[in-house]
């Protein structure tokens, strides 16, 4: 089993920073791909940012400039820095990460319970 532990999300007023952590534990060979997700309500979850194990980053149009993601790989451990937050920013942010239990098996994914960003006007 694999277990995603996040935190650092909260209430900011608009122009403000945050930055979310996602640390993944337990039966992990490798990972791949680490990222984050949001979902704002009444709307479907979508892709924030992600990275590949080399470094590779990889942003969606509303928070290219603003965002940045970043990992640890000691620590299996995924960051998402936010800057210059605006109101539209406020959903409840999701990490996913694909790994491997053991080597040459496939990759699976999992996700985080979710915290919650709300960004004040």
């Known amino acids: 089993q694999v277990q995603l532990v996040e935190s650092g999300g909260g209430l900011v007023q608009a122009g403000g920073s945050l930055r979310l952590s996602c640390a993944a534990s337990g039966n992990i060979f490798s990972i791949d791909t680490m990222g984050w997700y949001r979902q704002a309500p009444g709307k479907q979850r979508e892709l924030v940012a992600n990275i590949r194990n080399g470094g590779s980053t990889n942003y969606e149009d509303p928070v290219k400039g603003r965002f940045t993601i970043s990992r640890d790989n000691a620590k299996n451990t995924v960051y998402l820095q936010m800057n210059s937050l605006k109101p539209e920013d406020t959903a409840v942010y999701y990490c996913?990460?694909?790994?491997?239990?053991?080597?040459?098996?496939?990759?699976?994914?999992?996700w985080g319970q979710g915290t919650l960003v709300t960004v004040s006007s």
């Open positions: 996913r990460v694909y790994y491997r239990p053991r080597p040459g098996y496939r990759y699976l994914e999992v």
